[in-house]
């Protein structure tokens, strides 16, 4: 016996094809938020954690900041402390500088020479004075050259000849030599640092040369 099938099946089947079509959609979509939300809980833990890891660095940073700070304001003490120390020790060193200078020039100088100023600008020393002759301020600077452990690098600024009173009131006149010198000192050594021979120990020594009138 031969079946046939009167009812409308290509409509039963698209609708079949539509519902499972539907289903499918469906099933995507929820697949789909599913995904999304579990990424995006994911991203916000991922965003917590990552903010917990700048909050701690941004204190780390602040720390790190204030002992920079800390020792920034210490160097800046040790420097000035340095400072003060290197104050004292220069002070130690140069406070015997005019005993020395004064010793040497009383050894070196001539006679026939008679200072009238000296003036010490660092380490640069100007020395005035008048002289009977030229060879006396040639010798000056000979011995301050050759002899003297303190005096260096003499140089003649200048010389004149000048014509003064014998005496007060008196009509005649002695030709002299009005002169300047410039020398520079010696470093003295630091302390506890042994110190050149012609250092005075108790004052100066030898010959005292005789000063011109």
Not at 16 to 40: P, T
């Amino acid at each position: 016996m031969i079946l046939i099938n009167l009812l409308p099946h290509r409509e039963e089947k698209r609708r079949q094809r539509k519902r499972a079509f539907f289903s499918g959609l469906g099933l995507a979509a929820v697949l789909g938020l599913g995904i999304g939300v579990i990424w995006y809980g994911v991203v916000l833990q991922m965003t917590t954690a990552q903010e917990e890891r700048n909050s701690f660095l941004t204190g780390e940073i602040k720390r790190l900041e204030g002992q920079i700070k800390d020792i920034a304001n210490l160097r800046a003490e040790i420097d000035s402390l340095k400072a003060r120390q290197k104050a004292v020790e220069d002070l130690q060193t140069n406070r015997n500088v005019p005993v020395y200078l004064l010793d040497e020039l009383v050894r070196y100088t001539p006679e026939g020479i008679y200072l009238t100023s000296i003036k010490q600008n660092g380490d640069l020393v100007t020395i005035s004075g008048v002289a009977q002759t030229n060879e006396r301020v040639s010798e000056l600077l000979r011995n301050a050259q050759h002899q003297s452990q303190w005096l260096r690098q003499p140089d003649l600024v200048e010389i004149k000849a000048v014509n003064v009173p014998v005496t007060a009131g008196s009509r005649e006149q002695r030709r002299l030599f009005d002169f300047s010198v410039r020398v520079s000192l010696k470093q003295p050594p630091p302390p506890g640092a042994d110190k050149p021979a012609s250092a005075p120990a108790s004052g100066p020594s030898g010959p005292v040369p005789r000063k011109a009138t």
